[in-house]
């Protein structure tokens, strides 16, 4: 083409190109620096009038020396390399932009030998095979250069001040509804971080220096038509780097089998990791790969997608295939903090994700994704109905000794104590769900006068799920032969309820109507056990003569002993029951003794003639005393105590 | 085909004889009408797999575009088979023998199926970074005239390229995936030619000690043929489908690089050969094993049609770069030659590029409806264990 034109006298095009060229040596004149750019224009402008001339007498195919000599030289450059043991760029930044121009010329060499007709010219052809030649040489050689660099400035450090997955939550639900029997729930600390924390954290994973270098290095590479090359040697470095920091996360490399094969406590702790991974590697490394691979490749079309969809694909599948295998798993009652944190923190990451495979060939990445989204919410649902369930259905055969608080109110309450913090996704999920619910739990609460944060989805679930443990409760106190028992029973568990709902997050959801009625419920419970019990032993001190002063001393002696034998049978009973709340307790024994020594004290007051040692086994402070041993949950015997106390 | 005709209506007519004396009624024979059409459609479909041909590259055994058939093929016995399952008269039938042993066992190794797809899905990822380095090839040799550079540069990708497929061939793949390292010594090396960086081999998804081989032997633990009264009711197409699962799973690791495939043509199908439906799968089996142990043997890539055409045209292809380094310039018919092998090679990456992210979207779909039949089952399961059993 070149040869054409230069054959064929233009004048027009002759006088343009004497303008430009005036232009140029004008302008040449003031600079003393000239830019990399520049610099290459008028090398390529070099090589290229260095052929046009040569053309001229081609035929001879002497015109081929100068760019043979040209080639010679570069070639030198180059060649010196392939003996060298260092990397160039381990050498210095001259010696690199010293070899990159050799690329340069090099190609500027075979673009011009390539822009004239082959013609059958040997020479011709000989040197742009050498040139080709050459140029896979560097392109080589640029290909190993740009691997080290790669594999040396690879951070292996990372985000390193994010928290570690250690310093998060780890507290794990070991124990399960069903396995309630001894084991009391452990106190739930607080969710770890907020999730919103990590967001987009991009980090530098190769050093800002180096891309400048890797950059120069795609430039060259590009131009020269070994993109493919630079792609893959550049996928395959920063597919590793991603697997390395994906394992440093220490996912265990589960199979589903493995996963639905697993035990709750290493599931658990696996659910953990997975909830962190999530986070790491989509927030902080796939965002910072995806800026890395446009900072290197952006400007070569779409490569930069195409390569960043390559590096990420197996770490992401593998985070997919755990996700999958959890949500196709049973759904017991004790994943469901687990499933929700994962719910959310996936639930968190979509648009994330959605952004980073905008691209066609990631849809499949953004499908799955939204898939297992769905795939979540379906098992949160299944593990808060399958909590729901087991608390009703918790059974026991044989009734819970000393009356105290139930391991499943404990386990109960404090679960639903962390509900409050997913309250929105609870809310969220659980709406569909809501109307039959909020039906169930037709409490004032859900009336008009009732704030939002007791009518919403998770309040009303709430409430139905403390209503299905007061019945559950009512169930369990039937086991008790004694009515007084059930009573304390029932008094204990609903005062554990109130005293953490008054206590934590719930309070909110749960309100104080609901608080005043449920004070009012085990107030009740105190009272009928009051009732139950001391009612018979006082009225024994019964005066059955209003009329009359004072007794005679056998009806005296009689009710005295009647007295003694229903307290010390209440003693030997009662010491063993079991008030855990100590203030509970203190206002039980209060409102005990206010009724009984009262009565004890009154009854013996009104008898001065008949008091003495004899015929009273209890004074009024013994009696005040050893109240105080009871529901203290050591059962003791008056005998043994007296006897003891004598010998 | 007229004897397998007749046969058909032969076996179906015996069933139904056996059980017109257990039960007579209407909704049970519209139940057999179900089963011998599942199974005749089973083995339609396998016949038509069966007669694919070799010779015509498209829809060779084990080429891309058969795999996806497979697949889709899979996908509507699924579905049919769920409908006989799920849509009968009498929903607990399956907690009752013999299916509430069968169901349980059909889920396990629906679960090892799972598995199964994950790794192969995995296994994708390779065969399309072999799709990558032999576009490489392809580039280097289109280019007129060939020249050295050229020539070095196909070869450089070619051996990248044949290493990378054996890498992943040599089973150990996962292992030595993690353990190598980018050397920092390299320089040492100081032929012209360096050992190429492009290894990329599957990354252990999974834990080392996975085997696709010991999976895929599993899933045929346990898998009999019903036996007397059991042929006739549901327990046959449990068995039908349970052979479909592990046959298509079998193929898909036979085709694509997967962790650990040591003696996979060991695995015996107990599918006997008087059952109509189960010919074509005995003779797909067959034919396949075959294949494979002609693969154990020579060493070569996996099955694949896609692969094996690219290592073929990958060592014609390193021979002719050889002798070009030897020789030196290479013109008229070698050349030629050259040229036509880089075409070849250029519509089977074509291919690839055209047919590897459907298949790989296809084998997360059967993994999508292998997960939502399970859940399907075992929620209808939980539903005839919650009813009352029926008064007797």
Same mark, same amino acid.
């Given at each position: 083409m070149d040869e054409c034109q230069s054959a064929i006298p233009a004048h027009d095009g002759d006088l343009h190109v004497v303008a430009a060229a005036h232009h140029i040596v004008k302008a040449l004149g003031t600079t003393k620096n000239l830019s990399d750019d520049l610099r290459k224009i008028l090398i390529d402008l070099d090589a290229h009038l260095s052929l046009i001339t040569s053309n001229i007498d081609s035929k001879g195919g002497k015109g081929f020396v100068e760019v043979e000599e040209r080639l010679k030289r570069v070639e030198r450059k180059i060649v =010196?390399?392939? *003996? !060298?043991? =260092?990397?160039i760029w381990d050498s210095g930044p001259k010696e690199a932009s010293n070899y990159l121009e050799a690329v340069d010329e090099v190609q500027t060499l075979i673009d011009s030998l390539r822009g004239? *007709?082959? #013609?059958? #010219?040997q020479k011709q052809k000989e040197l742009l095979h050498r040139a080709s030649s050459l140029l896979q040489m560097a392109m080589s050689r640029l290909e190993e250069e740009l691997i080290h660099m790669l594999v040396k400035h690879k951070q292996q450090s990372g985000p390193t001040c994010m928290p570690s997955p250690s310093s998060q939550r780890n507290v794990v639900y070991h124990e399960s509804v069903v396995s309630l029997d001894n084991e009391s729930a452990k106190e739930a600390s607080s969710k770890n971080f907020c999730s919103d924390e990590c967001g987009e954290y991009i980090v530098d994973l190769v050093p800002e220096h180096v891309i400048l270098d890797i950059k120069s290095i795609a430039k060259v590479m590009f131009a020269s038509d070994y993109g493919q090359e630079f792609c893959e040697a550049f996928i395959g470095v920063r597919k590793e780097a991603l697997e390395q920091h994906f394992d440093i996360l220490e996912n265990g490399k589960l199979s589903i089998e493995d996963v639905l094969k697993m035990e709750w406590c290493s599931l658990s702790t696996e659910m953990n990791k997975w909830t962190w991974s999530m986070k790491i590697i989509f927030g902080v490394y796939l965002m910072s790969e995806k800026r890395l691979c446009d900072q290197v490749l952006g400007e070569f079309g779409s490569v930069n997608s195409f390569c960043f969809l390559e590096i990420a694909k197996t770490t992401i599948l593998c985070l997919l295939n755990f996700g999958e295998a959890i949500a196709m798993g049973p759904q017991e009652p004790e994943k469901l903090l687990r499933l929700l944190d994962m719910y959310e923190t996936l639930a968190d990451l979509v648009i994330d994700i959605d952004a980073l495979f905008s691209e066609n060939g990631g849809s499949f990445v953004r499908l799955e994704f939204h898939k297992l989204l769905e795939g979540l919410a379906d098992s949160v649902k299944a593990a808060f109905n399958a909590f729901r369930v087991a608390v009703s259905s918790n059974g026991s055969l044989y009734p819970f000794p000393g009356g105290g608080v139930h391991p499943l109110s404990k386990y109960v309450m404090n679960y639903i104590s962390m509900f409050p913090e997913y309250c929105s996704t609870l809310n969220l999920l659980l709406e569909d769900q809501h109307s039959d619910v909020a039906s169930l739990v %037709?409490? &004032?609460?859900?009336?008009?006068?009732?704030s939002l944060s007791t009518s919403c989805a998770m309040a009303c679930h709430l409430r139905s799920i403390t209503s299905s443990l007061e019945s559950n409760l009512h169930k369990k106190s039937k086991l008790y032969k004694d009515e007084a028992l059930q009573h304390i029973f029932l008094m204990n568990n609903l005062h554990y309820m109130v005293q953490k709902v008054k206590g934590s997050e719930l309070r909110p959801f749960f309100g104080d109507e609901w608080i005043r009625k449920h004070n009012a419920k085990f107030q009740q419970h105190e009272m009928n056990y009051e009732r139950v019990t001391w009612s018979s032993v006082v009225s024994l001190l019964k !005066? !059955? #003569? &209003?009329? *009359? %002063?004072s007794l005679s001393k056998s009806a005296f002696k009689e009710k005295c002993k009647g007295f003694s034998v229903a307290f010390e049978e209440v003693y030997k009973n009662q010491t063993s029951w079991c008030i855990p709340d100590p203030q509970l307790r203190e206002d039980l024994r209060i409102s005990t003794s206010l009724k009984v020594v009262h009565a004890y004290r009154t009854f013996l007051g009104r008898n001065p003639a008949h008091v003495d040692d004899k015929c009273i086994k209890h004074t009024v402070e013994d009696v005040e005393k050893l109240l105080l041993d009871l529901f203290e949950g050591s059962p003791r015997s008056l005998r043994n105590s007296r006897r003891m106390m004598k010998t | 085909m007229p004897a397998t005709d007749y046969q058909a209506s032969f076996l179906g007519r015996i069933s139904i004889r056996r059980n017109q004396v257990i039960a007579m009624d209407g909704n049970h024979e519209q139940e057999l009408q179900d089963l011998e059409l599942f199974s005749k459609h089973v083995s339609e479909r396998f016949a038509e797999l069966l007669s694919s041909p070799d010779d015509v590259p498209f829809d060779a055994l084990l080429s891309i575009s058969w795999l996806r058939k497979l697949l889709d093929f899979f996908l509507c016995c699924e579905a049919e088979f769920k409908g006989i399952l799920m849509m009968g008269n009498d929903p607990s039938q399956i907690s009752k023998p013999p299916l509430d042993r069968l169901i349980p066992e059909f889920l396990d190794r629906s679960v090892k199926a799972l598995d199964v797809c994950n790794a192969v899905t995995n296994g994708l990822e390779s065969v399309r970074h072999y799709q990558k380095l032999a576009e490489i090839v392809v580039s280097a040799l289109e280019q007129k005239p060939i020249g050295d550079g050229q020539s070095r540069r196909a070869k450089k990708a070619l051996t990248s390229l044949m290493s990378a497929m054996n890498v992943d061939d040599k089973e150990c793949s996962a292992a030595k995936a993690t353990e190598r390292s980018w050397s920092f010594s390299r320089r040492g090396v100081s032929s012209k030619d360096r050992v190429p960086e492009h290894f990329r081999s599957v990354s252990n998804q999974v834990a080392k000690n996975w085997s696709a081989a010991k999976q895929i032997q599993a899933m045929t633990n346990n898998l009999v043929p019903p036996r007397g009264a059991e042929g006739s009711g549901l327990a046959s197409p449990v068995y039908t489908m349970n052979v479909i699962m592990v046959f298509v799973m079998w193929a898909l690791v036979a085709a694509i690089p997967c962790q650990e495939r040591n003696g996979l043509s060991a695995i015996h199908f107990p599918a006997p050969k008087q059952l109509n439906w189960a010919q074509s799968i005995i003779g797909l089996h067959e034919k396949i094993g075959e294949e494979w142990k002609k693969k154990e043997k020579k060493g070569t890539a996996g099955l694949l049609d896609e692969m094996q055409k690219m290592e073929k045209l990958g060592n014609i292809l390193m021979d002719f770069t050889d002798s070009f380094q030897f020789h030196g310039d290479i013109t008229g018919q070698k050349a030629e030659e050259a040229a036509a092998h880089a075409a070849e090679l250029a519509e089977t990456c074509r291919r690839m590029e055209e047919g590897l992210l459907p298949l790989q979207m296809q084998i997360r779909e059967v993994f999508h409806r292998i997960v939502k039949t399970r859940t399907e089952l075992l929620n209808a399961l939980d539903q005839v264990g919650k009813s009352p059993p029926p008064l007797l």
């Amino acid at each position: 083409m070149d040869e054409c034109q230069s054959a064929i006298p233009a004048h027009d095009g002759d006088l343009h190109v004497v303008a430009a060229a005036h232009h140029i040596v004008k302008a040449l004149g003031t600079t003393k620096n000239l830019s990399d750019d520049l610099r290459k224009i008028l090398i390529d402008l070099d090589a290229h009038l260095s052929l046009i001339t040569s053309n001229i007498d081609s035929k001879g195919g002497k015109g081929f020396v100068e760019v043979e000599e040209r080639l010679k030289r570069v070639e030198r450059k180059i060649v =010196i390399w392939e *003996s !060298d043991r =260092i990397m160039i760029w381990d050498s210095g930044p001259k010696e690199a932009s010293n070899y990159l121009e050799a690329v340069d010329e090099v190609q500027t060499l075979i673009d011009s030998l390539r822009g004239l *007709s082959m #013609n059958e #010219n040997q020479k011709q052809k000989e040197l742009l095979h050498r040139a080709s030649s050459l140029l896979q040489m560097a392109m080589s050689r640029l290909e190993e250069e740009l691997i080290h660099m790669l594999v040396k400035h690879k951070q292996q450090s990372g985000p390193t001040c994010m928290p570690s997955p250690s310093s998060q939550r780890n507290v794990v639900y070991h124990e399960s509804v069903v396995s309630l029997d001894n084991e009391s729930a452990k106190e739930a600390s607080s969710k770890n971080f907020c999730s919103d924390e990590c967001g987009e954290y991009i980090v530098d994973l190769v050093p800002e220096h180096v891309i400048l270098d890797i950059k120069s290095i795609a430039k060259v590479m590009f131009a020269s038509d070994y993109g493919q090359e630079f792609c893959e040697a550049f996928i395959g470095v920063r597919k590793e780097a991603l697997e390395q920091h994906f394992d440093i996360l220490e996912n265990g490399k589960l199979s589903i089998e493995d996963v639905l094969k697993m035990e709750w406590c290493s599931l658990s702790t696996e659910m953990n990791k997975w909830t962190w991974s999530m986070k790491i590697i989509f927030g902080v490394y796939l965002m910072s790969e995806k800026r890395l691979c446009d900072q290197v490749l952006g400007e070569f079309g779409s490569v930069n997608s195409f390569c960043f969809l390559e590096i990420a694909k197996t770490t992401i599948l593998c985070l997919l295939n755990f996700g999958e295998a959890i949500a196709m798993g049973p759904q017991e009652p004790e994943k469901l903090l687990r499933l929700l944190d994962m719910y959310e923190t996936l639930a968190d990451l979509v648009i994330d994700i959605d952004a980073l495979f905008s691209e066609n060939g990631g849809s499949f990445v953004r499908l799955e994704f939204h898939k297992l989204l769905e795939g979540l919410a379906d098992s949160v649902k299944a593990a808060f109905n399958a909590f729901r369930v087991a608390v009703s259905s918790n059974g026991s055969l044989y009734p819970f000794p000393g009356g105290g608080v139930h391991p499943l109110s404990k386990y109960v309450m404090n679960y639903i104590s962390m509900f409050p913090e997913y309250c929105s996704t609870l809310n969220l999920l659980l709406e569909d769900q809501h109307s039959d619910v909020a039906s169930l739990v %037709s409490e &004032p609460q859900c009336g008009p006068t009732a704030s939002l944060s007791t009518s919403c989805a998770m309040a009303c679930h709430l409430r139905s799920i403390t209503s299905s443990l007061e019945s559950n409760l009512h169930k369990k106190s039937k086991l008790y032969k004694d009515e007084a028992l059930q009573h304390i029973f029932l008094m204990n568990n609903l005062h554990y309820m109130v005293q953490k709902v008054k206590g934590s997050e719930l309070r909110p959801f749960f309100g104080d109507e609901w608080i005043r009625k449920h004070n009012a419920k085990f107030q009740q419970h105190e009272m009928n056990y009051e009732r139950v019990t001391w009612s018979s032993v006082v009225s024994l001190l019964k !005066d !059955d #003569n &209003p009329g *009359s %002063s004072s007794l005679s001393k056998s009806a005296f002696k009689e009710k005295c002993k009647g007295f003694s034998v229903a307290f010390e049978e209440v003693y030997k009973n009662q010491t063993s029951w079991c008030i855990p709340d100590p203030q509970l307790r203190e206002d039980l024994r209060i409102s005990t003794s206010l009724k009984v020594v009262h009565a004890y004290r009154t009854f013996l007051g009104r008898n001065p003639a008949h008091v003495d040692d004899k015929c009273i086994k209890h004074t009024v402070e013994d009696v005040e005393k050893l109240l105080l041993d009871l529901f203290e949950g050591s059962p003791r015997s008056l005998r043994n105590s007296r006897r003891m106390m004598k010998t | 085909m007229p004897a397998t005709d007749y046969q058909a209506s032969f076996l179906g007519r015996i069933s139904i004889r056996r059980n017109q004396v257990i039960a007579m009624d209407g909704n049970h024979e519209q139940e057999l009408q179900d089963l011998e059409l599942f199974s005749k459609h089973v083995s339609e479909r396998f016949a038509e797999l069966l007669s694919s041909p070799d010779d015509v590259p498209f829809d060779a055994l084990l080429s891309i575009s058969w795999l996806r058939k497979l697949l889709d093929f899979f996908l509507c016995c699924e579905a049919e088979f769920k409908g006989i399952l799920m849509m009968g008269n009498d929903p607990s039938q399956i907690s009752k023998p013999p299916l509430d042993r069968l169901i349980p066992e059909f889920l396990d190794r629906s679960v090892k199926a799972l598995d199964v797809c994950n790794a192969v899905t995995n296994g994708l990822e390779s065969v399309r970074h072999y799709q990558k380095l032999a576009e490489i090839v392809v580039s280097a040799l289109e280019q007129k005239p060939i020249g050295d550079g050229q020539s070095r540069r196909a070869k450089k990708a070619l051996t990248s390229l044949m290493s990378a497929m054996n890498v992943d061939d040599k089973e150990c793949s996962a292992a030595k995936a993690t353990e190598r390292s980018w050397s920092f010594s390299r320089r040492g090396v100081s032929s012209k030619d360096r050992v190429p960086e492009h290894f990329r081999s599957v990354s252990n998804q999974v834990a080392k000690n996975w085997s696709a081989a010991k999976q895929i032997q599993a899933m045929t633990n346990n898998l009999v043929p019903p036996r007397g009264a059991e042929g006739s009711g549901l327990a046959s197409p449990v068995y039908t489908m349970n052979v479909i699962m592990v046959f298509v799973m079998w193929a898909l690791v036979a085709a694509i690089p997967c962790q650990e495939r040591n003696g996979l043509s060991a695995i015996h199908f107990p599918a006997p050969k008087q059952l109509n439906w189960a010919q074509s799968i005995i003779g797909l089996h067959e034919k396949i094993g075959e294949e494979w142990k002609k693969k154990e043997k020579k060493g070569t890539a996996g099955l694949l049609d896609e692969m094996q055409k690219m290592e073929k045209l990958g060592n014609i292809l390193m021979d002719f770069t050889d002798s070009f380094q030897f020789h030196g310039d290479i013109t008229g018919q070698k050349a030629e030659e050259a040229a036509a092998h880089a075409a070849e090679l250029a519509e089977t990456c074509r291919r690839m590029e055209e047919g590897l992210l459907p298949l790989q979207m296809q084998i997360r779909e059967v993994f999508h409806r292998i997960v939502k039949t399970r859940t399907e089952l075992l929620n209808a399961l939980d539903q005839v264990g919650k009813s009352p059993p029926p008064l007797l």
